[in-house]
């Protein structure tokens, strides 16, 4: 869902007046963390997808966990821009669920199609099904929503707080007001 929210901040800026050139003003510090843990979280999935082992058992779930530390790096060191209290709630509810359940994110299998049920039990991936004795059930994936055009999605109660944070970024850094060296200078 983190493209359509920000395709949806993006919009919503840009109708109620906000420039999308201030985007290109924002400043992320550490910025490197966030592709370093999508690049250990896409290497996970695409390995347990396709049943390669990445080395011993434990090692998958461990850098899974690993990846969702560096964003909370990320995330720490960029604590005063806009929307990121709640990207950082949402990253540690997601981390806790996955750490509390060996490295994985459990899905409600109701939502799922007979082929995703398989590959999950197969231990395919970096989400595993929600079974009886899945921890922090409340905090896993267990949220569906069917949007016209889009694929199904599931979703966790982190993955909404971490869209919402980024929707009020993206809004907020467009939206916010450029001062002119002349009113700069009124107000020194």
């Known amino acids: 869902m983190l493209i359509e929210t920000l395709i949806l901040a993006l919009f919503i800026s840009l109708i109620s007046g906000g420039k999308l050139s201030r985007l290109g003003e924002l400043v992320l510090r550490e910025f490197w963390l966030v592709p370093l843990a999508l690049v250990i979280q896409s290497v996970v999935y695409w390995a347990g997808v396709r049943g390669i082992r990445v080395g011993p058992s434990w090692l998958s779930p461990v850098l899974d966990t690993m990846s969702y530390l560096l964003l909370i790096l990320f995330i720490l060191r960029n604590s005063s821009l806009a929307g990121i209290r709640w990207i950082t709630l949402g990253i540690l509810l997601n981390a806790l669920v996955i750490a509390s359940n060996g490295g994985v994110m459990p899905v409600d299998p109701s939502f799922l199609s007979e082929a995703s049920r398989k590959a999950l039990l197969a231990g395919q991936g970096t989400h595993g099904l929600m079974t009886a004795t899945t921890y922090l059930r409340f905090l896993a994936d267990r949220f569906y929503l069917n ?27 467009m939206k916010r007001k450029q001062y002119s060296t002349t009113e700069n200078s009124k107000c020194i």
């Open 147 to 173: 949007v016209l055009g889009l694929d199904k999605q599931v979703f966790s109660v982190g993955d909404s707080l971490i869209d919402i944070g980024i929707f009020l970024l993206v809004f907020k850094t």
